[in-house]
Nanobody, 123 residues
Framework: QVQLVESGGGLAQPGGSLRLSCAAS????????MSWARQAPGKGLEWVSG????????YYSDSVKGRFTISRDNAKNTVYLQMNSLKPEDTELYYC????????????????WGKGTLVTVSS
């Protein structure tokens, strides 16, 4: 059974940092690309970042490029999202997702999602 459990969310000040983690189980983690997406109340899911199964390629949305960094540790079955220079508009529920392929293509290829972790950016 695939399980994705996000952690690391919380309250940060504008300009601050947070590091999200997603612990995966129930599948061969090193064989699949992973992504982070986010959702604000009443809005659709917005893809944020993706990483290939071996970590060789990473992708970012324009809204977070240069501020967020995705990484993974296949030995620990964990994917991370380092978020720096946080802005109030980054306040959303952040989800970790498993891709059906080893490479990232688009959000439609994600076949499992975690339950999310809330990030709040406020002074």
């Amino acid at each position: 059974q695939v399980q994705l459990v996000e952690s690391g969310g919380g309250l940060a000040q504008p300009g601050g940092s947070l590091r999200l983690s997603c612990a995966a189980s129930g599948f061969t983690f090193s064989s699949y690309a992973m992504s982070w997406a986010r959702q604000a109340p009443g809005k659709g899911l917005e893809w944020v970042s993706g990483i290939y199964s071996d970590g060789s390629d990473t992708y970012y949305s324009d809204s977070v490029k240069g501020r967020f960094t995705i990484s993974r540790d296949n030995a620990k079955n964990t994917v991370y999202l380092q978020m720096n220079s946080l802005k109030p508009e980054d306040t959303e529920l952040y989800y970790c997702g498993k891709d059906e392929n080893h490479y990232y293509s688009d959000i439609g290829a994600m076949d499992y999602w975690g339950k999310g972790t809330l990030v709040t950016v406020s002074s």
